[in-house]
């Protein structure tokens, strides 16, 4: 009976994966007769990343989520990195072709996303889904090009390739397709094929623009054995005013906290609209609905409060970084956007330092110069350099206002001495002039 239980469990789980993306707004097409599929049992499916860089960005994380629900439902995800096709690159939907990457590049950064994928999927567990990472250079680099057009390009024919939106629409509005990228879609079909055929993958999961694709390796496994293949792809993510998800002004927003901070990555999902938080906190967290609905809620009756971004905010960040980096990251926002102390900006890193009071007025002082000054207004006004304040004067009457402080301090006495101020990080000062106005003096050798 308990036997019966479990396997009753785990089959209803299973049968949730099309349900689960369906209310989370994570289903674009699919196949026919994939959710018949999905319920006979444990199948694998996969998902192709390009590896053009040594990061993924976020703008890779609806694809990362699906195959995440994909294996909390009980099934194999299987992620691909195209150690082959990113020597190529995807045509679809470019209007230019991509520079070619050597294979060094392209194992360093394979490398980097393979680490990245480990903090959403569960390669380690001896279990019948454990997640599987695969490089189709494996089984390309020794295919050679008389064998791929026999065995391969044989079955696929031009009108059928021709007829795809991403290629006709290169070739309509873009500076036209070389024959190098025409045979991407061959080739992602046939690393579905090879899936297919030996590691029991019957499925491919991707994002809208890749159906085409897709669909390639579905007919290519229909025609050269007669076998039955499905796909599911997800909508492309915009953002509510029709601009493209995942780009600021400082160009795409990474996993790698070296390409984009902790902080800088937190305080891009706590500025989202609240039209975009809706949507985003059912794609790229793994909260429930009934839990969702309740933020929802809560958000309608005091949207002021931000709620919906904050719990996407701390979702996605202890996701992709950690727990730690998340509250440093509250930390910073704090400093400039809240009341904070003295030990919240001693205990941010120097890199979330400098990231948070990014653009901000800068005053190098030599250790010698820092040493022989004594007075707040000598600090602030001479050694200032003219950058804080014009004059002792000006500062002297603004620290008599209570409109100074350093390093989170608010200075009282016009008259007091530099001693007892601790660097910050060993090197920096932070003023505040007024409410809004930071000023940085960093002390160099």
Sequence with gaps: MQLYVRLKTLKDTMNNFIEELRWRGMVQDMTPELEEHLNKGITSAYLGFDPTADSLHIGHLVGVMTLLHFQRSGHKPIALVGGATGMIGDPSFKSAERNLLDKETLDSNIAGIQKQLGKFLNFADDKANRA?????????????????????????????????????????????????????QLIQGYD????????????????????????????????KEGGSAYALTVPLITKADGSKFGKTEGGSVWLDPDKTSPYAFYQFWLNVSDEDASKYIRIFTTLDKETIEKLEKDHAEAPHLRIL???????????????KEYEMAVKASSILF????????????????????EGVDQVELTMEAYKETTGILDLLGDKGQGVIFNSKGEARKMIQGGGVSINKNKLSDPQATTEGLELLQGKYLLVQKGKKNYFIIKIIN
């Design 338 to 357: 809240g009341k904070s102390s003295t030990e919240d900006l001693a205990a941010l890193d120097e890199r979330t330092f400098l990231q948070v009071f």
């Design 192 to 223: 579905f094929y090879h899936l297919w055929k030996n590691k029991n993958c019957t499925m491919q999961l991707g994002g809208s623009d890749q159906w085409g694709n897709i669909v390639t390796g579905t007919e290519l496994i229909r025609r």
């Design 309 to 323: 971004q904050k719990e996407i905010a701390k979702e996605i960040t202890i996701m992709v970084h950690s727990e």
């Design 132 to 184: 599987e990472l695969v490089n189709n250079y494996d089984w390309m680099a020794e295919f050679s090009f008389l064998e791929f057009i026999r065995d391969v390009g044989k079955h696929i024919t031009v009108n059928y390739m021709m007829a795809k939106d991403s290629v006709k629409r290169r070739l309509e509005e873009g500076n036209g397709l070389s024959f190098t990228e025409f045979t991407y």
